[in-house]
């Protein structure tokens, strides 16, 4: 069995770090990146990833000053819900436009660290009235806690894709295989 690229493509132009990927034009193809994989820093550019990070597509072309590139398993443009911030690498879920309108999409919140372990606090250990209700308090918050927190872990399950690009109205999310 032969391996085959997908057949749905998406490329894009974007600048390159000049520090792990090189322009030359005595090079093959004007780079030795040429045909490597490459991923997005944190100030928009593509660069080479180190061993075990994720990456985001393989380069086509280099010039002196931003790379061409396929995006891995193609992309799509969808519409940032109102007030929504985006981050390369961020999954989504639906989101809120202008007049509460559907359609539109949101990074998931990372939930919070489930607690080690839940304090032993027992109503019986106390003797009087407000220690009980005051235990019973804490174990009740305790619980209502882990529960957001378990919820915030469900909600992040539902999240779909990885930002690959963003400006204020869109983001270019990809999908993987």
Request: proline share 4%.
């Amino acid at each position: 069995m032969a391996l085959k690229e997908h057949p749905f493509v998406v490329t894009t132009s974007l600048p390159h770090d000049k520090a792990t990927i090189h322009y030359d034009v005595t090079q093959k193809n004007r780079s030795a990146a040429v045909g490597k994989v490459y991923r997005i820093n944190a100030e928009g550019k593509a660069e080479l990833p180190a061993n075990g990070e994720a990456f985001d597509g393989v380069i086509i072309a280099v010039d002196a000053t931003q790379i061409t590139a396929a995006y891995l398993f193609g992309g799509l443009r969808v519409p940032i819900a109102n007030g929504a911030t985006v981050a390369r690498g961020d999954k989504l879920v639906a989101g809120l436009g202008p007049s509460n309108a559907k359609g539109y999409v949101k990074a998931v919140s990372a939930p919070a660290a489930l607690p080690a372990d839940l304090a032993d606090i027992s109503g019986s250990d106390v003797g009087d009235a407000a220690g009980i209700a005051t235990a019973d308090n804490a174990e009740r918050g305790q619980i209502n806690s882990v529960s957001a927190t378990v919820s915030d872990v469900v909600d992040a399950l539902k999240g779909k894709g990885s930002v690959l690009d963003f400006d204020t109205t869109h983001a270019l999310l990809a999908f993987g295989g």
